[in-house]
């Protein structure tokens, strides 16, 4: 891809050259685009602008037209497919073919909103309780609750984005977008495309900008929703400056865990466990990490996944060929590598991996039996390492996958109904899969994780019923 200059025009701000940063690539350090950076003062003329059209949204643009405007965006996604699939594998180093899937996600996520965005009703309230409250009819209406301020994720550039954008636009809701600085072409893209759609600039508006301006937007009075994806130090952090009010969604991560009992496929349930702990380099919020395997199939699960992470392509995430991109900074490999160290020093088993590549790739590594407090058991590892250990009862395991302060996505493997039925009722998760990996997910499904793992659940039609207000009408008359 050629490299250009992005900026997300602002009302009555004109980038200098000093305003633009470079966007590196995780796999060459190289400049692969530079991104127009806003100061405070435009960061509070976007918000300004927000502010003011809210005030208009619904009278000029209700919903069936925003629907449109949705649909029209879809359209020029499809259009772009490849384009914008290379940009996400260049910025973020997402091996091309999981791009180009997320590419197609984004194209549904965004016809999702548009069909949701005329679906969204209140309900008759029943007045028939007592006779005080004969003579009455009541209901109730949906508004937007306002001004939605998004901060963004890396690790999927596109998709998130989308999840956070779409939805606001669908509810009504003028929304500013701050994207992850390592991640920002894909982002402001989707917002130039949103426009070509026909969208109002001040119904949605990129703000890459520094962590404080960000900060300043995010516990502005003026916004009335908090939309965040990222780490749950920032998270609850800025949750814990919103202004009084404002509402908020965190997307965290997890250690995820994944029961298999010994009537398990094995010859189906290798290939998912390999596409789960590793897609992404495993930086997905519920990459498989914590595999608990039965004591008489784990030494086979385990050798079997560690030949399966052995075959995978680690390289070039422009390469049609490359399974496994590089981690999205030189930093993260040295963690992932201390806490795999770590983990083998305190008396686990490395069957495969545990070595950096060069070019801020990563090995697949596959642990086995490392000990219960090490960090790859503990911690989110956003890393492709998984860790497999033994089990002797059912309710060993499940006692040892919910105990984690994360609790976010599951899964178990078994052939037995009441197994599975057994593990998805135990286990500490918003979802569990059943013979089926932890990263599973349709962008219409709910999503989000319980406890220290975020709050509230994401997902089209949750995110817009979040992201509207009820109000309920009483009318009395005496024809009722």
């Not at 509810?171 to 920002?184: E, H, N």
């Not at 994944?258 to 495993?282: C, E, M, N, Q, R």
């Not at 960090?375 to 497999?388: A, N, Q, R, S």
Request: hydrophobic share 45%; net charge negative; proline share 6%.
């Amino acid at each position: 891809m050629h490299h250009a200059r992005h900026s997300s025009p602002l009302p009555g701000h004109a980038f200098k050259d000093s305003d633009y940063r470079p966007v590196m690539s995780p796999f060459t350090g190289e400049v692969v685009g530079e991104v127009g950076y806003v100061d405070a003062a435009a960061a509070q003329r976007a918000l300004d602008a927000a502010v003011e059209a809210q005030e208009t949204v619904a009278s000029e643009y209700p919903a069936f037209r925003r629907a449109e405007i949705l649909q029209r965006t879809a359209d020029l996604v499809h259009a772009a497919a490849e384009s914008l699939a290379l940009t996400i594998a260049v910025e973020g180093g997402k091996p091309l073919r999981d791009a180009r899937a997320e590419v197609a996600r984004v194209e549904n996520t965004v016809r999702l909103a548009a069909e949701e965005a005329t679906r969204i009703q209140g309900s008759e309230i029943p007045m028939q309780g007592t006779d005080a409250a004969l003579g009455r009819l009541a209901f109730t209406t949906r508004e937007p609750i306002g001004v939605v301020m998004a901060v963004s994720a890396f690790n999927h550039p596109l998709n998130l984005i989308a999840h956070q954008v779409a939805p606001a636009i669908a509810a009504g809701c003028p929304v500013l977008v701050k994207p992850a600085s390592d991640t920002p072409l894909s982002c402001v893209r989707f917002i130039e495309l949103l426009r070509e759609a026909g969208l109002p600039p001040e119904l949605a508006m990129a703000v890459p900008c520094a962590n404080d301006i960000a900060q300043e937007l995010v516990s502005s009075d003026r916004i009335a929703f908090f939309s965040f994806i990222g780490s749950p130090r920032v998270g609850w952090y800025l949750r814990s400056q919103l202004a009084a009010g404002v509402r908020c969604a965190l997307e965290h991560g997890g250690a995820a865990p994944a029961i298999v009992d010994a009537s398990a496929d094995l010859d189906t349930t290798i290939p998912l466990l390999t596409k789960g702990a590793f897609y992404h380099a495993g930086q997905v919020c519920v990459s498989v990490q914590r595999i608990l395997a039965e004591q008489t199939c784990a030494a086979d699960l385990a050798s079997r996944l560690a030949d399966a992470a052995g075959d995978l392509v680690v390289g070039d995430p422009t390469s049609e060929r490359t399974d496994v991109g590089p981690l999205i900074r030189e930093r993260e490999v040295e963690r992932v590598h201390d806490w795999v160290q770590e983990a083998v020093r305190e008396g686990g088993e490395l069957l495969c991996g545990g070595e950096p590549l060069g070019n801020g790739c990563y090995a697949p590594t596959v642990l086995v039996n490392p000990p219960a407090d090490a960090k790859v058991m503990t911690e989110e590892v956003f890393g492709p390492v998984v860790c497999v250990s033994e089990w002797e009862s059912l309710d060993d395991a499940i006692e040892r996958a919910n105990d984690v302060r994360w609790a976010f996505q599951a899964a178990v493997f078994s052939r037995d109904i009441d197994v599975a039925l057994r593990a998805a009722r135990r286990l500490d998760a918003t979802a569990v899969m059943v013979n089926d990996h932890t990263a599973f997910r349709v962008d219409w499904m709910p999503f989000g994780g319980r406890g220290a793992s975020g709050l509230s659940m994401g997902g089209i039609a949750p995110a817009i019923e979040e992201l509207t207000q009820e109000k309920m009408v009483v009318l009395r008359s005496p024809g009722l």
